[in-house]
């Protein structure tokens, strides 16, 4: 029997006082007075005379096992110290020289007495509580540890990827395949922001169900699904189970076959404007996000608006150096380049390149009676009515002034002079700056010129076309005159 006189109650009370369930596993049971002790703080205790009975009957949570030395040879035995590796042990020996207990002690948290008083059971439930609180905050701290090597990790390729790219693509990749590993979840998006529409767009996806990947490039509206409410409120959420929240939508889900079960939504913010949103969806386990999940992808979200504003600069930066202020068509400095490497295609796949010179008609009357302003609003509207005349593979340049060149790839001289005239009528029979209140009716004066049929070189492609359109240009204006 385990005597506890009444003396040494309040040297156990605190330590009773952590736990909320006590096994005692055995024939003989303890003493009333500690009985009552653990009853009278609350403690809900269960009897069970072999380990084999409280397999079947008990719960599987306690506080504490105590337990008698004799119930090492259970044949369930290993099977019980493997499942309550982690639970604190108090193993009552009838032999003074303990033999026999050795075997209890392979185990973790396992406390051995012999006949103990009061005092003496106090003072080893202290200590393997105490054990047990030391172990719990070892893991915890191990976990954290690790937690935080694959955070600097993470931290260290994402900066290197900053120092050494600027491709948005290649940046959101990095740091997407990077983030994986720290939180383990079903699919990973990166929603953008679009600053002229307002819309969410799917700028990067990743997840272990192809599926997913169908989305790159879907839009989403400001506040439709929990993606766009997050962009338009600028707020984190996390939902365990979004069949329960009003602002989920299934469209992605059902354009991809994939299934949302939860989400995690953080906001992309860099000096208090929203870039976009990333989104981490179906946790692998069965637990739900946890507030660690999203302290950890707040941190992540850091990096990733650093990486957005930095590419988003340098695709300016870029488009400034190849495309043109007014009308954003390519530059002449674009054109040299991409004529260069289209004639070399040409070259290795035995196919033409023909060459568009285009020249709009007494442009300069516009400019003279109704000011530069009007003149470069119809230079705008005329270089998007060329875009829409044309193929997505075709390059659209503005070459100086009211002066337009424009690149066709693997087209004959007989298809250019075609698109050349198509254009033209397209270009008479338009209304220019209606919605302004003009309504102007332009003509454009045309050249055509191909490589290899007429030219030889880049140089020359330029030069034949452009003496095309001024063929044209000095003798009846609004036609096309092609060079074969």
Request: charged share 30%; with cysteine.
């Amino acid at each position: 029997m385990i005597p506890a006189p009444v003396a040494a109650a309040r040297s156990i009370r605190s330590a009773v006082e952590q736990m909320n369930k006590v096994f005692y596993i055995g024939t003989v049971g303890i003493t009333r007075e500690l009985e009552e002790l653990l009853l009278d703080r609350g403690v809900i205790l269960f009897r069970f005379r072999s380990i084999g009975t409280m397999r079947y009957r008990a719960e599987d949570s306690p506080d504490l096992l105590i337990l008698e030395k004799a119930q090492s040879r259970e044949p369930s035995f290993r099977e019980f110290l493997a499942k309550f590796r982690e639970t604190p042990k108090i193993v009552i020996s009838d032999n003074p020289s303990f033999s026999g207990i050795s075997v209890w002690l392979k185990s973790e948290l396992v406390c051995p007495l012999y006949a103990p008083a009061a005092k003496e059971f106090a003072f080893a439930l202290k200590k393997i509580l105490h054990e047990k609180e030391l172990i719990t905050e070892n893991r915890t701290l191990r976990h954290r540890l690790e937690i935080t090597r694959k955070e600097l990790d993470f931290f260290e390729e994402v900066s290197k990827t900053l120092t050494s790219a600027v491709e948005l693509n290649e940046v959101l990749g990095t740091i997407m395949k990077k983030a994986k590993p720290l939180i383990k979840a079903e699919a990973w998006s990166i929603l953008l922001l679009d600053e002229e529409t307002g819309e969410l767009i799917f700028e990067k996806t990743a997840g272990k169900k192809e599926g997913r990947k169908k989305i790159k490039k879907e839009r989403l509206k400001r506040g439709e699904g929990i993606a766009g409410w997050v962009a338009q409120e600028q707020i984190p959420v996390v939902v365990p189970d979004v069949s329960k929240d009003p602002r989920f939508s299934n469209r992605i889900d059902k354009e991809t076959d994939f299934r949302t079960k939860s989400i995690m939504c953080v906001p992309i913010m860099n000096k208090g404007v929203i870039l976009g949103v990333l989104e981490v969806v179906n946790k692998t386990t069965s637990d739900p996000f946890t507030k660690e999940d999203l302290d950890l992808v707040l941190r992540i979200v850091d990096h990733a608006a650093i990486a957005i504003e930095r590419s988003a600069l340098y695709q300016k930066m870029t488009e400034m150096s190849i495309t043109d202020d007014l009308t954003k068509l390519f530059n002449t400095r674009y054109l040299n380049r991409s004529l260069d490497l289209e004639i070399s295609r040409a070259t290795r796949h035995h196919t033409s390149l023909s060459l568009i010179f285009m020249d709009v008609d007494h442009f300069k009357l516009i400019n003279d009676n109704y000011g530069h302003l009007v003149g470069s609003k119809l230079l705008v509207e005329m270089g998007q009515l060329l875009l829409k005349s044309l193929r997505t593979v075709d390059i659209v340049a503005r070459y100086g002034g009211d002066e337009f060149v424009m690149v066709l790839p693997q087209t004959a001289p007989k298809n250019a002079s075609q698109i050349a005239e198509r254009i033209r009528r397209s270009i008479e029979h338009n209304v220019f700056l209606k919605r302004d209140g003009y309504s102007f009716k332009m003509t454009a004066s045309f050249g055509v010129a191909s490589y290899p049929e007429s030219a030889k070189s880049k140089e020359e492609l330029l030069k034949l076309a452009d003496d095309a359109m001024y063929r044209v240009k000095n003798q009846t204006r609004n036609g096309v005159y092609a060079i074969v």
